[in-house]
């Protein structure tokens, strides 16, 4: 079984910044692609960043130039630095790791959420 446990989220005016963070833990033989979703109420879930262990990342368009994705692969932890955060990034943000087992092979697991939101 693996955790992936987030922290960061919060209430921050537009314009602020805020970072994201999480840590997966348990039976990991290697993380092959790790980053962020979001789901805003009636919407679906969708893309933020996702960054590969090669290092390779990719961006939703409504984020790009604002967000940064790294990853500390020692840590197996993610981050997610957002800066001039607007209304419209107000959503739950969701740890997404799809990684590789220690006998049962390849799975993805979610995180629980944190909150993001941008308002005055």
């Known amino acids: 079984q693996v955790q992936l446990v987030e922290s960061g989220g919060g209430l921050v005016q537009p314009g602020g910044s805020l970072r994201l963070s999480c840590a997966a833990s348990g039976n990991i033989l290697t993380i092959i692609t790790m980053g962020w979703y979001r789901q805003a109420p009636g919407t679906q879930r969708e893309l933020v960043a996702t960054?590969?262990?090669?290092?390779?990342?990719n961006y939703a368009d409504s984020v790009k130039g604002r967000f940064t994705i790294s990853r500390d692969n020692a840590k197996n932890t993610v981050y997610l630095q957002m800066n001039n955060l607007k209304p419209e990034d107000t959503a739950v943000y969701y740890c997404h790791a799809d990684l590789l087992q220690i006998g049962t092979g390849r799975k993805v697991y979610w995180g629980r959420g944190t909150q993001v939101t941008v308002s005055y």
């Open positions: 960054q590969g262990s090669g290092g390779r990342t």
